[in-house]
């Protein structure tokens, strides 16, 4: 059996499969490739496979050179990463987009009568593997803004889960320090007690104009973060409900500027 090898097709099929998984890939690692860069990368890519599918007779010698010297050629020149572990990465996720993208355009073919149209069912594989890169990028986004916390007081410390929210700007006028919003429940013990000093600090937001809200100083705060914990000196909490907090995923709402030191 004969089959007809259409080197132009081949080439340019190839090819924008290569830059949209490339491009897939550096989406969900949040890297910023230039596109010039992006092109040369696939192109070298593309053309090292073709130039070893025509002077290797032997197929598996053809695959473990497009796997292992082409690839992670064209993945290197693509983000020109110099740590191993990320180039590992980069490389991994652009096989994962490139099975991806064969898998959902087999898919399109079969289900959806897509056959013979290549650009078709390569525009559906695109827009599938935009749609998870932004779930992806959505769930990372939640998991980073989430921290755990150390809430210094006279009386002991306390662990608590924080939820950084760039949207909470509250600042208490008296002091001129951002206010942190904690569950009443957290601190309740020690304000029955007297031990903490409550005051009211004023607030606007959605349906209230001018609000007052209980708040207090405690000792300090740590945010524990993965490079580098981050101490509060004297910070302001805002003493709230339990029901303003969702699902009781975190006990305290991080001011807006707690990241500015």
């Known amino acids: 059996m004969r089959y007809e090898l259409y080197a132009d097709i081949w080439f340019l099929t190839n090819f924008s499969m290569d830059t949209i998984a490339l491009w897939i890939a550096g989406r969900i690692m949040k890297q910023r490739v230039r596109t010039g860069r992006l092109l040369l990368a696939s192109f070298v890519g593309t053309a090292g496979s073709m130039c070893l599918f025509f002077f290797l ?148 937001s959605l349906g209230e104009e001018n609000g007052m809200l209980e708040a207090v100083t405690i000792e300090g705060m740590y945010i524990l973060r993965e490079e580098q914990p981050l101490y509060l000196e004297k910070p302001v909490l805002g003493l709230a409900r339990e029901n303003l907090f969702q699902y009781g995923r975190y006990d305290v709402i991080l001011n807006g500027r707690s990241m500015d030191k």
Request: glycine share 10%; hydrophobic share 50%.
């Open 57 to 204: 007779s032997d197929y598996t010698w053809y695959q473990l050179g497009v796997h292992f010297l082409v690839n992670p050629a064209m993945v290197w020149l693509c983000y020109h990463s110099r740590k191993w572990k990320q180039f590992l990465g980069q490389w991994m996720l652009t096989y994962l987009a490139v099975i991806l993208l064969g898998g959902i355009m087999g898919w399109g073919v079969t289900n959806l009568g897509l056959g013979g149209r290549f650009w078709l069912c390569l525009a559906v594989a695109l827009l599938f593997l935009l749609l998870a890169a932004k779930v992806v990028d959505f769930f990372g986004r939640q998991k980073a803004t989430v921290y755990e916390l150390l809430l210094v007081t006279a009386e002991g410390n306390i662990t608590a889960t924080g939820f950084f929210d760039t949207g909470n700007l509250l600042m208490d006028p008296t002091v001129g320090k951002p206010v942190h919003i904690v569950k009443r429940e957290i601190l309740k013990g020690q304000l029955e007690e007297g031990r903490l000093m409550a005051r009211l600090i004023p607030f606007h």
